[in-house]
């Protein structure tokens, strides 16, 4: 039993042999680029704002149907660690958000939201605006910024550390206080590179810690097939880490996500209004 997550249990002989026959995620990287309807997730966005005077962000929106897509199929939220398959314990997200230093120059800091089984895209956005308010301060520094600054400031200590943390990592034995600083134990990693004017990439699932899932949401792009130049298409690249589930599970989730961002209500989970879309997820 590892702090993060307990063996995943149920899976074919094949599923299990899977993680030996690639040991790395380098391995097992798929890649794929869906393109979403950004009209739909604007005039949403808009009416938000007109009717509850909420600024919702794309960034919010897209990590919320992921959210509730995997609720629905919970093996997307599946890690592999030394070759053996876990159910994650918890969810969360992490993503690089710019800031400014107390001299004006630009700098980088990480941050990991986690989730309640109750969020809805209200909530999941407040608690990234809040995040980024607190870490957008120039003198502020989160635990995971003051952990790297100790660990780089002897030359030695970040060897040691890496490789202790990476033993004890395999072993099942990370502290949870660890897993919780730590970007890379995360659910699934985001970035937003339409914020920075930049086209979407696809960016490797790292082989530290247990991410299964990376997102990139790029700039916009005519929707050409739509007859009006002036519609917009979001790409999403999506890599992913092929062992944790079976391609039909990933299809099936896919689906769901479609769903969500073809409907944005549904992610105000308001029981009296919106039911969640039915799917075939066990």
Do not use: W
């Not at 704002?49 to 939220?77: C, D, F, Q, T, W």
């Not at 690089?96 to 700098?107: E, I």
Request: glycine letters at 4%; aromatic letters at 10%.
């Amino acid at each position: 039993m590892r702090a993060d997550g307990k063996r995943a249990k149920g899976l074919t002989a094949i599923e299990q042999a899977i993680p030996f026959i690639m040991p790395k995620r380098v391995d097992a990287q798929n890649y794929v680029t869906e393109y979403l309807d950004e009209e739909i997730i604007k005039d949403y966005i808009r009416d938000v704002r007109r009717e509850k005077g909420i600024r919702l962000s794309r960034m919010a929106v897209v990590i919320a149907a992921y959210y509730l897509a995997a609720l629905k199929h919970p093996y997307v939220n599946r890690f592999v660690m030394n070759s053996r398959i876990y159910d994650r314990n918890h969810f969360c997200v992490s993503f690089v958000m710019l800031k400014n230093r107390a001299d004006g120059t630009p700098d980088e800091t990480t941050i990991k939201v986690f989730m309640e089984p109750t969020d809805n895209v209200f909530t999941i956005n407040q608690r990234i605006n809040d995040l980024i308010v607190k870490n957008s301060q120039p003198v502020h520094m989160n635990n995971t910024d003051k952990f790297a600054a100790f660990m780089f400031s002897l030359p030695v200590l970040p060897k040691l550390v890496m490789a202790l943390v990476r033993l004890l990592d395999r072993g099942g034995l990370l502290p949870r206080a660890i897993i919780d600083l730590s970007p890379f134990h995360t659910s699934m990693f985001i970035t937003n590179l339409a914020s920075i004017n930049t086209t979407h990439i696809y960016h490797h699932v790292y082989e530290f810690g247990t991410t299964s899932v990376f997102l990139s949401m790029g700039k916009s792009i005519p929707n050409y097939l739509s007859g009006n130049l002036g519609d917009k298409l979001m790409p999403l690249s999506v890599v992913m880490d092929e062992r944790i589930c079976t391609g039909h599970d990933y299809a099936m989730f896919n689906k769901t996500l479609r769903r969500f961002l073809e409907n944005p209500r549904s992610l105000e989970r308001s029981e009296e209004k919106v039911s969640l879309p039915a799917t075939g997820a066990v």
